[in-house]
């Protein structure tokens, strides 16, 4: 089976500007979760996508957003982007199995630079 | 949230070393996965380990989640094994908190 797949791997952006990423989860796999990477803060939870319903979000601003399409793909889109969102983004698409533990494969992340 | 503690933060190791990885949790946890980070910032699965113990080749993991702790043994350290290793629980469904990591370097 093919990995989780991210695009782009790498982008610069200016302030102001907005930003959307893809991921591709593994096939079978129905959620997909994106977490925030930064030196200071670590990985930090975005949110979690499960059957195109956002089912769990963690601690960020409105203009961290994300959607999921029907054949399990997501997007994350940040508006009105802010130096600190300079990070490695990472996207996980999780198996869930009988005894109801999530385990979660993550893609290769895409790197955002903000100026 | 849940709290997430690993130590040591460091780990210098010469090649053919063991060594062993502590990750504390601050609440009950129904899954916890052991990663390694590369480089390139890719997060490689090593363990899925909710509780008990796994090996796979030189690397091992024990959770005992009543106590609230699970340990990551690596032996015979090779230099591929440099990186930040990571632990990550949730109790509540998919929603990971992830540890500050242990840095290693695997030195010839």
């Known amino acids: 089976k093919a990995g989780v797949t991210q695009t782009p791997r790498y982008l610069i952006k200016t302030r102001g500007q907005q930003v959307t990423l893809s991921c591709s989860p593994i096939s079978g796999h129905r959620s997909v979760s994106w977490y925030q990477q930064t030196p200071g803060q670590g990985l930090q939870f975005l949110f979690e996508y499960f059957s195109e319903t956002q089912r769990n979000k963690g601690n960020f601003p409105g203009r961290f957003s994300g959607r999921q399409f029907s054949n399990s793909r997501s997007e994350m889109n940040v508006s009105t982007l802010e130096l600190g969102d300079s990070a490695l983004y990472l996207c996980?698409?999780?198996?869930?199995?009988?005894?109801?533990?999530?385990?979660?494969?993550f893609g290769p992340g895409t790197r955002l630079t903000v100026l | 949230g849940i709290q997430v503690e690993q130590s040591p933060p460091d780990l210098i190791l010469q090649e053919g070393a063991n060594s062993t990885l502590r990750c504390n949790f601050s609440d009950s946890v129904n899954n916890l996965q052991w990663f390694h980070q590369n480089p390139w910032g890719q997060l490689i699965n090593l363990f899925y380990?909710?509780?008990g113990t796994k090996q796979n080749g030189r690397l091992s993991a024990t959770t005992v989640a009543t106590e609230r702790y699970s340990l990551l043994y690596i032996s015979s350290s090779q230099t591929t094994d440099s990186g930040v290793y990571f632990c990550a629980v949730t109790n509540t469904g998919n929603q990971f908190y992830f540890g500050t990591g242990t840095s290693l370097t695997v030195i010839p």
């Open positions: 996980a698409s999780s198996l869930l199995y009988r005894e109801g533990g999530y385990e979660q494969f």
């Open positions: 380990i909710p509780s």
